[in-house]
């Protein structure tokens, strides 16, 4: 496998931090929780998709792009980075927002991703719910096409082969960081979505033979289609790295227990995370991808899911800039 075949643009603060976790480790009084921070890879607030968008933007670059073109859920975080990373290397970018939870506070609507989406000078357009947003945002690059502009649209979440190879990348610095502190760790697990975060670890993980399972936390899809799309896309990051079949079937484990009422709607145990990772380690989860991974990182471990002698290391896929969105889950007039 090498990695450095593939052109890349340098997006992201890397390495990300890995920090132990001792008050909410105790707090559970389970396995040792450490903490991987890639709500800290520095582009306009962080997280997850800055690591795709190394290898997503060069390649818009290779090809001339002038405009970027991505969808996500109106709080979508891929679609800020997204905006970010391009006005940094100079290029237009529209965004295709779907309204996915009906929500129509004013907060929710126009604060956290979106009012960074703005400031980063990205165009945005709308679409109600329900509807096949990468064939929406399609359409409207051919549009962009038929007049003569060079765009390359992204995928929701980044999630294709070549943005998987931003978490092969990820993989590779977890073991180097493991390696140099001498630190074993039993399992990682992460909120999983749109799927190129787990199928790129995972990938990179068999390809290097670590050894960590890698479990995700869903937040939208059932169990099966949840596993399907990050197994056919692991398959597919395979193929592309250069080494085929390293992934089997079973390498790829999701829990969907977590996911509440839906995609973006926190659940009880959402905030309840939110809250003891804020209190406990002063770390800011989101309620839509991280909080809901760290609820089934909670509850697993409340389950005894895993040995106490583990050590279990969470992934924080960032995100807490959507928290501005969600002021209306909390009772922030009653308490301040
Ligand atoms: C997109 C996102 C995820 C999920 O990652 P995928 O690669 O889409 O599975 C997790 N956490 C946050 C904060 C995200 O924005």
Redesign the pocket.
Same mark, same amino acid.
């Given at each position: 496998m090498n990695l450095a075949r593939f052109p890349r643009v340098r997006l992201a603060h890397l390495p990300t931090p890995i920090e132990p976790l001792p008050r909410l480790s105790e707090a559970l009084g389970g396995p040792e929780i450490w903490i991987k921070r890639d %709500?800290c890879t520095g582009l306009s607030t962080g997280? *997850?998709?800055t690591r795709?968008l190394e290898f997503l933007m060069a390649e818009a670059v290779d090809q001339g792009a002038e405009v970027v073109l991505t969808q996500g859920a109106t709080q979508? *975080?891929?679609a800020r980075q997204t905006a970010a990373a391009a006005a940094k290397l100079g290029m237009e970018c529209h965004i295709l927002l779907e309204d996915r939870t009906g929500y129509e506070h004013e907060n929710y609507r126009y604060n956290g991703n979106v009012l960074l989406d703005v400031l980063h000078g990205a165009t945005i357009e709308h679409r109600g719910p329900g509807l096949d947003m990468n064939a929406e945002m399609e359409a409207v690059a051919e549009a962009m096409r038929a007049k003569g502009r060079k765009a390359y649209a992204i995928p929701g979440?980044?999630?294709n082969a070549t943005?998987a190879l931003g978490?092969v990348n990820c993989a590779l610095e977890t073991l180097a960081q493991l390696t140099e502190m001498g630190l074993r760790v039993d399992h990682m697990v992460?909120? @999983?979505?749109?799927?190129?975060?787990?199928?790129g670890l995972v990938t990179g993980f068999q390809a290097l033979n670590a050894q960590i399972p890698v479990l995700?936390i869903g937040?939208r899809a059932p169990k099966d289609k949840q596993e399907a799309n990050?197994f056919a896309l692991a398959e597919k990051t395979a193929d592309k790295l250069g080494c085929p079949g390293v992934v089997a079937r079973g390498d790829v484990v999701a829990n969907t227990d977590y996911v509440g009422e839906g995609y973006g709607l926190p659940a009880e145990s959402t905030l309840e995370a939110i809250d003891l990772f804020a209190r406990l380690e002063a770390i800011l989860l %989101?309620p839509?991808?991280?909080a809901k991974?760290a609820a089934g990182l909670i509850d697993l471990v409340r389950k005894g899911h895993f040995d106490s002698s583990d050590r279990v290391l969470f992934l924080h @896929?960032?995100?807490a800039i959507?928290l501005t969105g969600y002021t209306h889950v909390f009772d922030v007039a009653g308490r301040a």
């Open positions: %709500d997280g *997850n998709k795709k979508s *975080n891929h979440g980044g999630s943005g978490y992460h909120a @999983t979505g749109s799927a190129g975060t787990q199928a995700g937040v990050v %989101d839509v991808y991280s991974g @896929t960032g995100g959507g």
